[in-house]
């Protein structure tokens, strides 16, 4: 795992290290200290094995002492049956021979029962060192009584002093086996072991000392009495009442070993010899030998069985203690153990709870908004809740992202921010940015709004008419339905233009826009081609009478007189209105579909117009007929222009001062095999459907620049003089084509002329085509070429606009020029001054009469052209005419040209 790395290039020891140090030291101390309890049981276990040994050699002490005291008698009988003056032997009432010879064979007896006895002293026991002196004090002590060197007293006192000292050792062994720490129940065994001791230590020495007391005489006899008397005492006084014992069975075998005849015949004999020295016979000492004996064994056995006892509690105590270590131990490594189990399932949990959360953290710092486990302790519980907020915050922020990026702007506003500064920023940044979007789409909803929108009326502009007559094409072709356009041109809209103003002018067709939308259906579309022409798109039309008679109230409800605000003419106005028909025909879905049927409801409206204005007219087949000529008539038109059929030919324009010539006017000529001459009028029509009039206009620019840089050449203009210029019709389509001014541009570089040599005349109609129009015009305005405008008077521009308009000359129409009417004739005048006053030229058109020409020069008109002149001639008859400024009114109009 990729998070896993990123953890350990951190550094830092995992949890779990930290966790294992924190248990490990509780857990030696634990440790330790079971060490330390098992220790302690362990040395009770010691106590018990020594105490044991020590009662043990305690034993065998009390039995070496008993034999040393058993030597006593025979001893100190064979010395005194030796030395005839140590004492009365008579008073024994034997034979000293025989009594010697006795003597001398329990010495040797009990001798032997001694040596048996230290030889069993095991050289392990704590007895064994005590043994080896005995051995050594007894073979002096055995030795002198053999060879006779020392007094029987001396003997005696020997003897006496061993078995003594025996028995001082015995006491200390057994007090130290009472010392050990034994438990209660050994303690008194053991103490029954000490006391029996007790009692067989007084018991086997109360008849030797009493007898020694007996042969001795003096201090030593004094000395050995009180000894005796001590001993039968001491024995007296622990036999009487309850035996001082734990056992039971001890205490019955005490007393059976205490109360047996022979022994309280023994015990009473020796009280009272103890009472009154002598009372007691010598024959009568010894025979209580045998009884003594038999007493001794029985309290020997006494010994045996305490020692038994002793050795059987100790033995269950050593048992119980080593219990105890062992359970000691098995419950101190089940201690531990389970500390160790404890201490890794916790460590476990809390090393994996953070381990969790570091890689929840880890995958959140890597942009994944994973979810955040909860589990673990409360910190860690703390920081995941933390974190899965923090992650949630940020899944918001990227869920609003997402919206943004898919545009949806109401999903990438929340509410409330994500938490936390970060939320804030991004909540209000979001907010900013929607709302700077929200602006955006809704300017540029109002932009493309006027793009479409004609900004007089609120209609759909030619371009959008003609978008949403194609969709409704479309849209009905797939029902099968058919579609209806109505064109309709206004009739006298010029008249209320030029009489009433502008201002009126633009009521008359706000108003018109009106009364066509009450007019038509709900879904119809209604929409402004420009200037007085407007067009009503019908969806899911029934039959063409439908059509007529939707035109007939078209004409009905334009007809109604229009108000006018006040200031803006004498009240109200009148318009009417021709209507031209057409239908889409099955199949009519090309990308043109929109164009032909305007074009046919065009044509129908023509008719409408021709045929006495205020009247609907269909396209029919005469229509399509006139129109498939018109096609025909493009296309070999197209060819003509490339074979090189077409020519120009030229008209002077002269000043009306002094006739001198200014320059001249282009005029297409085709001369079309087969056919004839087709006027201009006919074939520029028809060219204008498609593209083809802006191949034809770029082939005029270039031949006329090229004929006037020619003449220029050729004859130069006199001193003074200007140099004439060449004037080219510029048709509405190819003012408004993206090359326009690249053709310009390459005529005038081709044939090197300056731009100022060059007069672009242009309809006035074509001015309303929008701002494409106007642009080029600047442009070509700004490039020092002469724009004109061509017919003026015969559109609808009125003569406030001419302030604004960006032209350099007027062409007045050759109606005007013509015209007898007064009307007319005013109408010039104003139209000289008027653009005069804007800095304007005027040139008349179609003069023909030297009348007009005398008209012309009274109202200060600059320029004139006409047959009165020069009628349009082939460049080389031109050629042929007198130079510039030579040309005078009458010289030439005879001309066959035209
Ligand atoms: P326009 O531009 O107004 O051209 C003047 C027309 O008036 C010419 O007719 C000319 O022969 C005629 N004319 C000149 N003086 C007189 C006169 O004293 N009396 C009479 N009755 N007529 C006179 P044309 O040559 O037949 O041209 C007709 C129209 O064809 C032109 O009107 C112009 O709109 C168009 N046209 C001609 N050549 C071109 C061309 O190269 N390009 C374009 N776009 N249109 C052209
Ligand atoms: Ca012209
Ligand atoms: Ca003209």
Known sequence: MTTGSAWRRLGGRPV??????????????????ATTTVADRVAELHATGEAVELMRAGAELDELRRAVDGELLPTLTRSATRDPSSFDIGAFGEERGPLNRQAEKEVRST?????????????????????????????????AADQGTASTAALADRYLELSEWLSEVEDRLLARTTAAGLSEDSALAVSDVVVVAGLTQHASRALPTTFTARVLSGDEQVRVRRRAEYAIGAYESMITGVPPLSGA??????????????????????????????????PELLRLRNASGARDRDLSALLGEAVDAAEAAIEAERREAARRVSTTVVLCLLVLAGALAAALAQGRWLSRSLRRLADAASRVGEGQLVDVPRGGPREVRT????????AAGLQQVREQADALARGDLAGAVR????????????????????????????????????????????????????????????RSARRGAAVGLLFIDLDGFKAVNDTSGHAAGDEVLRAVAARLREVVRAGDVVGRLGGDEFVVVAEDVGDVGGLVDLGQRIIDAVRRPVPLPPGAGPGTARVG????????????????????????????VYRAKARGRGRVEVFDDDLRAELAARSDLEDALRAGLARGELSLHYQPVVAVADGRLLGYEALARWDRPGVGRVPPDVFVAA???????CDLGRWVLREATAQLARWRADRPASWGAAEPTVAVNVSGRHLVDPRLLDDVDAALAASGLPPSALVLEITETVLVDGPLALEHLRALRARGVEVSIDD?????????????????????????????????????????????????????????????????????CDAAQGYLFSRPLPAAEVAALPAPGALHAGDRHASTAG
């Open 111 to 143: 001798r032997e029962a001694t040596d048996l006895v230290l030889s069993a002293v095991p050289a392990t026991s704590a007895a064994s060192v005590t043994a080896r002196l005995t051995q050594v004090k007894l073979a002096t002590a055995r030795s």
């Open 577 to 604: 209105a021709s209507v031209g028909v057409a239908v889409s025909r099955d199949g009519g879905t090309g990308d043109d579909a929109g164009d032909v049927l305007l074009a046919e409801a065009d044509t129908a």
């Open 687 to 693: 060219a204008e459907a498609s593209s083809l009039v």
């Open 792 to 860: 003026f008077g015969t559109g609808w521009t009125s003569i406030g606009q001419l302030s604004t308009t960006p032209a350099d000359t007027l062409k007045v129409d050759r109606s005007f020029t013509a015209s007898d009417d007064p009307g007319c004739r005013d109408l010039v005048a104003l139209v000289v001054h008027a653009a005069h006053t804007f800095g304007l030229r005027v040139v008349a058109e179609g003069v023909e009469e030297p009348e007009q020409l005398v008209w012309l020069r009274s109202l200060g």
């Open 16 to 33: 779990w290290q930290h966790l294992a140090a924190l248990v490990v030291v509780p857990l030696l101390a634990t440790s330790a200290v």
């Open 383 to 390: 920081a995941a809740a933390t974190l899965a907020g923090a």
């Open 249 to 282: 069975r001890q205490r019955v075998a005490w007393y059976e070993a205490t109360s047996s005849p022979q022994a309280r015949q023994l015990t009473e004999a020796l009280h009272r010899e103890s009472l009154v020295p002598g009372s007691l016979s010598g």
């Open 415 to 474: 509410d409330e921010p994500a938490p936390g500064p970060l939320g804030e920023v991004v909540h209000t940044s979001v907010q900013q940015l929607v709302r700077a979007v929200q602006q955006r789409e809704q300017l540029q909803g109002e932009l493309a709004h006027q793009a479409a929108h004609d900004a007089l009326t609120g209609l759909p502009n030619r371009a959008a008419a003609v978008r949403l007559l194609q969709s409704a094409l479309h």
